[in-house]
């Protein structure tokens, strides 16, 4: 890839929204990501692999679990930092944010809110330092957005419990040390329990062949009469609303994250633009370019004011699940038509891994369809406000 020139964009002053700690960890991540993500992130995404050798340093800027409490090995941070970071994760790539924000959302969030004292001490530290990368096993071959439709189960054999079943599509299963995986109990109920690598009877086989997302290891768990020890099983949640509140967390990250990747094809063009001559004259000056920035930095700043009002709620505990919904869809939905509109202003250039915009709207694929696809997002804002349920 070239040189990383990105600089931020700021049209409506929502700078001024943040505090003097928002904008240092922003700056701390950037720098990080143009240091270490920039300069590898083609490279592993054209050899579909991800890139290891980054989980320390996600560590160090506290890219895991920033707003888990300190004494769990969290950074005790607010839900505008935690958001900020996976905009900043998500300009370098979309699978090193989804490393992130499955690692804090979907494996520390429900550890530390549905588990008990024991897992939190065995767990969270080690995960909050990458000591321990974990996964989430929600979807399965046949059940993808009907999630309450599963059949992963477990048996109660005293003071174990055997697990049957698989996940599919699940981001780090392939090199994941532990899983937060969902199933039902013998009544049909469903519950969390955490799964290790190593026990008996459990696989992790990798998905191979994506066009998307290459940059991150995506996988299937396979557990074969799995022997899983009671205290693995979280004590705290009963049924689906268990995963459904992990996923208001990691839907939350997308939507600042998105903005990240809208950013980075919005600077590049834009500067593309500026440098690129036909017909006598840079190709920024003719209107029907013109309009396509104009319109993108439009787009970046409506997202960008709905991400920090979303993250001003949740600092308030008030953001319901339906907004998160509409912020999720929206952002990623403007994303993904940024990348779409700014690979045109590239010409042919911009279908090569010079520049980074055939990525993101390569990765923007995978996010406009995981934690909820674009349709369903919009199927839980029409039954919010009719409060008719269109999904079954
Ligand atoms: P429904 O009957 O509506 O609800 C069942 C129970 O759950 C409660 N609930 C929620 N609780 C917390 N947060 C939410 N967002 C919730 N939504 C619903 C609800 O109140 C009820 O509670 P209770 O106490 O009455 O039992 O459920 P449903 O079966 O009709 O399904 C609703 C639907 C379709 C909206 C939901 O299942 C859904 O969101 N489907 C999409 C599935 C999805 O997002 N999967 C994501 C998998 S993980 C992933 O993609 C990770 S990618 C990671 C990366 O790499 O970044
Ligand atoms: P389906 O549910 O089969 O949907 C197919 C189409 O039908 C979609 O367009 C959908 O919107 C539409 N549809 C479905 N139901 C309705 C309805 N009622 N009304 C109208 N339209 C409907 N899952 C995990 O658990 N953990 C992970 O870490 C994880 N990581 C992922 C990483 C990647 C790269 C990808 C691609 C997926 C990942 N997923 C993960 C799975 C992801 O959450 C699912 O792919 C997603 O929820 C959609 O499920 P599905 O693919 O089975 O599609």
Not at 52 to 58: E, T
Not at 80 to 97: A, F, N
Not at 174 to 195: H, R, S, T
Not at 223 to 245: A, H, Q, R, S, T
Request: hydrophobic share 35%; with cysteine; proline share 4%.
């Amino acid at each position: 890839m070239a040189d990383d020139r990105f600089q931020g964009h700021d049209y409506y002053q929502v700078d001024e929204l943040l505090t003097e700690e928002h904008k240092l960890i922003r700056d701390t991540a950037r720098t990080w990501v143009k240091q270490n993500v920039s300069p590898i992130i083609e490279e592993y995404a054209q050899r579909s692999e991800f890139p290891k050798q980054l989980i320390s340093g996600l560590a160090e800027i506290g890219a895991f679990g920033p707003y888990i409490p300190q004494e769990y090995g969290g950074s005790g941070l607010d839900q505008i930092s935690y958001g900020i970071i996976m905009q900043e994760l998500e300009r370098g790539d979309s699978g090193i944010r989804s490393t992130a924000s499955v690692q804090s959302s979907l494996v520390m969030y429900p550890i530390y809110t549905y588990g008990s004292e024991a897992q939190r001490r065995k767990y969270l530290p080690k995960l909050a330092s990458g000591e321990l990368i974990g996964c989430f096993g929600l979807t399965e071959p046949d059940h993808g957005s009907n999630p309450g439709g599963m059949l992963t189960n477990f048996k109660d054999l005293g003071d174990h419990v055997i697990l049957n079943g698989s996940k599919m599509w699940i981001s780090n299963a392939p090199f994941a040390d532990i899983a937060v995986v969902w199933a039902k109990n013998e009544e049909g109920v469903i519950q969390g329990l955490v799964v290790e690598r190593g026990m008996e009877g459990f696989t992790t086989p990798e998905t191979k062949g994506k066009w998307s997302l290459r940059a991150s290891a995506t996988g299937e768990l396979v557990f074969d009469n799995v022997k899983i020890p009671k205290e693995n099983i979280f004590p705290n949640v009963m049924g689906l609303k268990g995963p459904l509140g992990c996923l208001n967390s990691a839907r939350y990250g997308i939507s600042w994250g998105a903005i990240g990747a809208a950013m980075d094809c919005y600077d590049t063009a834009l500067r593309y633009s500026k440098e690129r001559i036909q017909f006598g004259r840079p190709i920024g000056g003719f209107q029907l370019q013109q309009k396509k920035l104009a319109e993108m930095i439009t787009e970046i700043t409506k997202a960008q004011l709905l991400a920090w009002r979303l993250g001003t709620l949740k600092n308030e505990s008030r953001a319901t699940p339906q907004q998160i919904s509409m912020a999720k869809r929206n952002n990623v939905d403007m994303a993904i038509k940024i990348a779409r509109e700014a690979r045109q202003i590239l010409g042919g250039m911009g279908i090569t891994g010079e520049y980074p915009i055939m990525r993101h709207s390569m990765n923007l694929e995978s996010v406009i369809t995981y934690e909820g696809t674009h349709d369903i997002h919009l199927l839980i804002t029409g039954m919010d406000i009719t409060g008719e349920n269109a999904f079954s």
